[in-house]
């Protein structure tokens, strides 16, 4: 959660440093009426390291049965 006190701009927020899958980007909502918001980069191609999926993390792991 980022908040500013009324009046006050809000902080800019860290750029990620791994790649967004294939979207349309993040939904950021700001108060009723005004608007959304795009405080980072969501464009593919564009981060330091490549996206990195939940398989691609944990998928050599073997499978848990309680």
């Not at 980022?2 to 701009?9: I, Q």
């Not at 860290?14 to 979207?23: G, L, M, V």
């Not at 608007?35 to 939940?54: E, F, I, N, Q, W």
Request: glycine letters at 10%; hydrophobic letters at 45%; proline letters at 11%.
């Amino acid at each position: 959660m980022v908040a500013a006190k009324v009046g006050l701009h809000l902080p800019a927020l860290p750029q990620p440093t791994h790649d967004f899958p294939e979207s349309t980007g993040l939904d950021i909502r700001i108060l009723p009426g005004e608007g959304r918001a795009a405080p980072m980069r969501t464009t593919h191609g564009v981060a330091l390291h490549k996206y990195v999926s939940l398989a691609d993390a944990i998928g050599d792991l073997p499978l848990f049965n309680w």
